[in-house]
């Protein structure tokens, strides 16, 4: 991520879980699944996303999102927000890591 921060918070089942916000405090980016411990937490928050699969959609809304899927096939993250067109959604994704 070019600026801002990431969030490292515990869920209401106790599970760790990550959140990245742009210099502007809109969140940008999130944890899609809880980790038993911090550090797996944040191993996944800072991975290297260029062997990873990035997917685009469109949501029922008629937004755009992305999905980040691990080389194992597991998501590993995901958009926080829709977007009105798929380049706004691509941005956002480099922003989490996505290369190019």
Do not use: L
């Amino acid at each position: 991520m070019a600026d801002g921060k990431t969030e490292y918070y515990q869920d209401k089942k106790g599970e760790w879980r990550w959140r990245k916000y742009s210099s502007n405090g809109r969140i940008i980016g999130a944890a899609s699944e809880g980790y038993n411990k911090r550090s797996d937490c944040e191993k996944n928050a800072n991975r290297d996303g260029s062997d990873d699969k990035w997917e685009f959609y469109t949501d029922k809304r008629g937004e755009h999102r992305w999905r980040q899927f691990a080389s194992n096939g597991r998501q590993v993250g995901r958009s926080s927000e829709g977007f009105s067109s798929k380049r706004a959604a691509q941005n956002n994704a480099k922003m989490n890591g996505m290369p190019g």
